[in-house]
């Protein structure tokens, strides 16, 4: 199906544990985006990539960890998760139009909590 | 940089009744001006997007946004709300150049009843 995915929806883990929410987009977009989105703050972008192998931070990128070696995945991973991490993260897709802007198309979510 | 400024946190309304959502941005350059809706448990999905032309934008669902430039404001407007336009309204802002990320405002909740 054409789309795009996250995995999983839902996850609890602990402090200290090693956790990746995986995004996956079937339109080959140049563009892959991780936003958190928390009570009161909106979303925020965390880490973007405008193409494989070609990465950079956004707002709050410490704490966590991307890679993208394909087109189609762009992985997010926190390498030792705190409590601060609890939170809903999405994964956006964005084709760029013929003035250049990103119009983005968003995955489900992943809720993740961290006790 | 770019910055959104959702003015309302909350915004109760009557079913039927018309409403104005309202957003400021910031930004140094000429930017690109989004409108996202978020129903409960579900992703952001796109209502309406201003990236040249008109300056009125028309989105789905009845909603509609006009871009004024000297006021630097993107205001979103619906002439009469239905209960399920009840979600979790979006501003947001990327600068006009290509491939930038979107900033986002911290949401409006409209809430719809009856």
């Known amino acids: 199906d054409a789309g795009i995915t996250q995995s999983p929806r839902y996850k609890i883990t602990e402090t200290g544990r090693q956790v990746t929410l995986m995004c996956h987009q079937t339109?080959?977009?140049?563009?892959m985006f991780w936003y958190r989105q928390d009570l009161g703050h909106g979303l925020r972008l965390i880490y973007y990539?405008?193409?494989?192998?070609?990465?950079d931070k956004g707002e709050v990128p410490d704490g966590y960890v991307v890679s993208r070696s394909k087109t189609e995945n762009f992985p997010l991973t926190l390498e030792s998760a705190t409590r601060s991490q609890t939170s809903v993260y999405f994964c956006a897709s964005g084709g760029t139009s013929h003035s250049g802007a990103n119009v983005l198309t968003f995955g489900a979510g992943s809720r993740l909590t961290v006790l | 940089a770019q910055s959104v400024t959702q003015l309302d946190s909350q915004v109760p309304v009557f079913e039927e009744a018309p409403v104005e959502l309202r957003c400021n941005y910031s930004?140094?350059?000429?930017?690109?001006l989004f409108w996202y809706v978020q129903y409960p448990n579900q992703g952001l999905q796109l209502l309406l997007k201003y990236l040249s032309g008109s300056t009125l934008v028309k989105g789905i669902n009845g909603f509609e946004a006009e871009f004024n430039k000297s006021q630097t404001s993107f205001h979103l407007r619906k002439p009469s709300v239905h209960i399920s336009d009840t979600a979790e309204y979006f501003c947001a802002v990327s600068a006009g150049q290509a491939g930038t990320a979107l900033i986002f405002g911290k949401g409006t909740t409209l809430s719809v009843s009856s």
């Open positions: 930004s140094s350059v000429s930017v690109y």
């Open positions: 990539s405008a193409a494989a192998d070609i990465t």
């Open positions: 339109w080959s977009h140049s563009y």
